[in-house]
């Protein structure tokens, strides 16, 4: 008999985040009756250190609260966890260290969604920490897609103050920021923008934004990927 399926959501990176990606996996299983959604355990703790800060060296690791999220997730009887945060994926190894429960990488689902559309190029708007990890990058490079990645300048003028924005509650402030960047990266030769950053598709839906073509939302991704092993799970 098949392990009960029940997803679990490390979040609070930061709390919109983790609320937004439940809503995307609501969508992605388009179900016809609730007993139909994905059953889930959400551990959405904002008080977990900055990430951005602490791969900056300005800041404690959120290390030993992620493990703290993971394990209490495992307690629970979680069958898969998903990180919902880009940049804590730089702790992806050490969480899956630390758990019985297979992790699954946002990298992974965002390649497997990018690839289908068929660029030959894309433009990341992510942390620092997640551009310097170069997760996305090596993943697109093997399907022959070049990455176009914000210059120092827009991610001090734009996407930091962006991002944070979003973090306080501004919203619509943060989205005007992150669409001037988004449009930056367009203008510089970009087929698709990929938003691995969890605050930049809620800010550029607040303020109704969108690209040319459709950008592809790392956590809609990865609730995808989600809905897809709940639905062979349910088969069997």
Same mark, same amino acid.
């Given at each position: 008999?098949?392990?009960?399926?029940?997803?679990?959501?490390?979040?609070?990176?930061?709390?919109?985040?983790? /609320?937004?990606?439940q809503?995307?996996?609501?969508?992605?299983v %388009?179900?016809?009756s609730d007993q139909?959604?994905?059953?889930?355990a959400?551990? %959405?703790? &904002?008080?977990?250190?900055?990430?951005?800060?602490?791969?900056?060296?300005?800041?404690?690791s &959120?290390?030993?609260?992620?493990i703290?999220?993971?394990?209490?997730? %495992?307690?629970?009887?979680?069958?898969?966890?998903?990180?919902?945060?880009?940049?804590?994926?730089?702790?992806?190894?050490a *969480?899956?260290a +630390?758990?019985?429960? &297979?992790?699954?990488?946002?990298?992974d689902?965002?390649?497997?969604?990018?690839?289908?559309?068929?660029?030959?190029?894309?433009?990341l708007?992510?942390?620092?920490?997640?551009?310097?990890?170069?997760?996305?990058?090596? $993943?697109?490079?093997r399907?022959?897609?070049?990455? *176009?990645?914000?210059?120092?300048?827009?991610?001090?003028?734009?996407f /930091?103050?962006?991002?944070?924005?979003v973090k306080?509650?501004d919203?619509?402030?943060?989205?005007?920021?992150l669409?001037?960047?988004?449009?930056a990266?367009?203008d510089?030769g970009a087929?698709? *923008?990929v938003?691995?950053c969890?605050?930049? &598709?809620?800010?550029? $839906?607040?303020?109704?934004?969108?690209p040319?073509?459709? +950008?592809?939302?790392?956590?809609?991704a990865?609730?995808?990927?989600?809905?897809?092993?709940?639905?062979?799970?349910?088969?069997?």
């Amino acid at each position: 008999m098949a392990e009960p399926f029940l997803l679990g959501v490390l979040g609070g990176m930061g709390p919109l985040a983790a /609320v937004d990606f439940q809503y995307q996996l609501l969508r992605a299983v %388009n179900s016809a009756s609730d007993q139909q959604q994905i059953p889930m355990a959400v551990w %959405n703790v &904002p008080q977990i250190p900055d990430r951005q800060q602490a791969l900056a060296g300005r800041g404690p690791s &959120p290390l030993p609260q992620l493990i703290d999220g993971v394990e209490r997730l %495992n307690r629970i009887g979680a069958s898969h966890i998903v990180i919902a945060c880009n940049t804590a994926h730089h702790w992806f190894e050490a *969480l899956q260290a +630390a758990s019985r429960a &297979p992790l699954l990488h946002i990298a992974d689902a965002t390649t497997e969604a990018v690839a289908a559309l068929s660029p030959t190029s894309v433009g990341l708007i992510a942390t620092q920490g997640t551009l310097d990890a170069g997760w996305f990058q090596r $993943r697109f490079a093997r399907h022959n897609i070049e990455t *176009l990645l914000p210059t120092a300048a827009e991610m001090a003028s734009d996407f /930091v103050p962006g991002c944070y924005a979003v973090k306080r509650g501004d919203v619509a402030a943060g989205g005007e920021q992150l669409a001037r960047l988004a449009q930056a990266l367009l203008d510089r030769g970009a087929e698709r *923008l990929v938003l691995a950053c969890t605050e930049v &598709p809620l800010a550029l $839906r607040a303020i109704g934004w969108q690209p040319p073509r459709a +950008a592809v939302d790392p956590a809609e991704a990865m609730a995808a990927v989600c809905a897809r092993l709940w639905q062979q799970q349910r088969s069997t």
